[in-house]
């Protein structure tokens, strides 16, 4: 069993800056990428970003490319999310995930998830 625990939302004016973590634990797999979803009220939870356990490649979704950075530290254990110029569309609450060595946008893709923190961002 795989589990996620995130950690660092809160509110914040629109162009400040928030950073996430994400801690995993349990029978996790040193192949697995691990990624960050969101979902704002009313909406379909959305891909925002992923990173391969290596480091070496990642994807963002175009509404966050050039303002969110994903990364990792392995000795940790942990994946974290840079969250710079924030908009008030970027309100949502925000899901670590993993399961998948492939560098999925998908939700359906992955087999692991956090319960989620929220992220709010004032106008």
């Known amino acids: 069993q795989v589990q996620l625990v995130e950690s660092g939302g809160g509110l914040v004016q629109a162009g400040g800056s928030l950073r996430l973590s994400c801690v995993a634990s349990?029978?996790?797999?040193?192949?697995?990428?691990m990624g960050w979803f969101r979902q704002a009220p009313g909406k379909e939870r959305e891909f925002a970003a992923v990173?391969?356990?290596?480091?070496?490649?990642?994807v963002y979704a175009d509404s966050v490319k050039g303002r969110f950075t994903i990364s990792r530290d392995n000795a940790k254990n942990t994946v974290y999310l840079q969250m710079n110029s924030l908009k008030p569309e970027d309100t949502a609450v925000y899901y670590c995930?993993?399961?998948?060595?492939?560098?999925?946008?998908?939700?359906?893709?992955?087999?692991?998830w956090g319960q989620g923190t929220q992220v709010t961002v004032s106008s």
């Open positions: 990173i391969s356990w290596t480091g070496i490649s990642t």
């Open positions: 995930t993993t399961g998948t060595t492939r560098l999925a946008t998908t939700r359906e893709k992955y087999d692991y």
């Open positions: 349990g029978r996790t797999s040193s192949t697995w990428v």
